[in-house]
């Protein structure tokens, strides 16, 4: 079946540049995603990307999605103690709707 | 707020009572999704709708699921008879259901079961 992979610790310095990688496997994958989930809080939506393309920005997000390698990639630039979340990296694909997850990357600040 | 509204935030119950979720989408999404997560674990799906119809059922929902959409806005799940190995975050999604079907989660519904 479908999966999705992350680490599941990143420790940046403040102000740095945190990168989260994510593998997936389903190549029919057509949408990629980025969640954020803050301590008892739900998912909030960070970006996503479209298969078809292999880079996005938005402010201080970048995406970068290798599809030959099924390889999916947030960097947040300027880390700020704000960003220390949960960051969930998921897919669907055209068979069906529903979401794949994996497991999820908490990003802890270092000052 | 136009988001994605789950109620209540928070439930405790005892073993074997029956419990129900609620959840409004934002308004004019057709799909509803519902998702439930574990402690450690990313959230996995278990049913979505299209308008009042349910489209697809995980096979995590067991007999003692039950989920309704019945005039195609809110959704309603609901666990009977309870375990202790409900106790999750419950989490409702929506999307427009067009082609960019970008699905926005909801606060969640933490269960716990003693």
């Known amino acids: 079946g479908e999966d999705v992979e992350q680490s599941l610790f990143l420790s940046v310095r403040e102000g740095d540049s945190s990168v989260i990688n994510c593998t997936y496997t389903d190549s029919s994958s057509t949408y990629l995603y980025w969640y954020k989930q803050e301590p008892g809080a739900g998912l909030q939506l960070l970006t996503y990307?479209?298969?078809?393309?292999d880079m996005k920005q938005d402010q201080r997000l970048t995406v970068l999605l290798n599809k030959k390698d099924k390889h999916l990639s947030l960097r947040i630039a300027d880390t700020q103690t704000g960003d220390s979340a949960i960051y969930f990296c998921a897919e669907t694909s055209n068979r069906d709707d529903k979401i794949i997850f994996g497991k999820g990357t908490r990003l802890h600040i270092l000052p | 707020d136009t988001g994605v509204s789950q109620d209540p935030r928070h439930k405790i119950t005892k073993r074997g009572q029956n419990v129900t979720f609620r959840c409004d989408p934002i308004s004019e999404h057709n799909r509803l999704y519902w998702y439930r997560q574990t402690l450690g674990q990313g959230p996995e799906f278990l049913t979505y709708f299209q308008n009042e119809a349910q489209l697809e059922k995980s096979r995590l929902l067991s007999d003692r699921f039950s989920a309704e959409r019945p005039k195609g806005s809110f959704s309603t799940l609901e666990i009977q008879r309870t375990e202790q190995g409900d106790s999750a975050m419950y989490l409702c999604?929506?999307?427009?259901?067009?082609?960019?079907?970008?699905?926005?989660f909801g606060a969640g519904t933490r269960l716990s079961v003693l």
């Open positions: 999604a929506s999307s427009p259901g067009s082609s960019a079907n970008i699905q926005y």
């Open positions: 990307i479209f298969s078809n393309m």
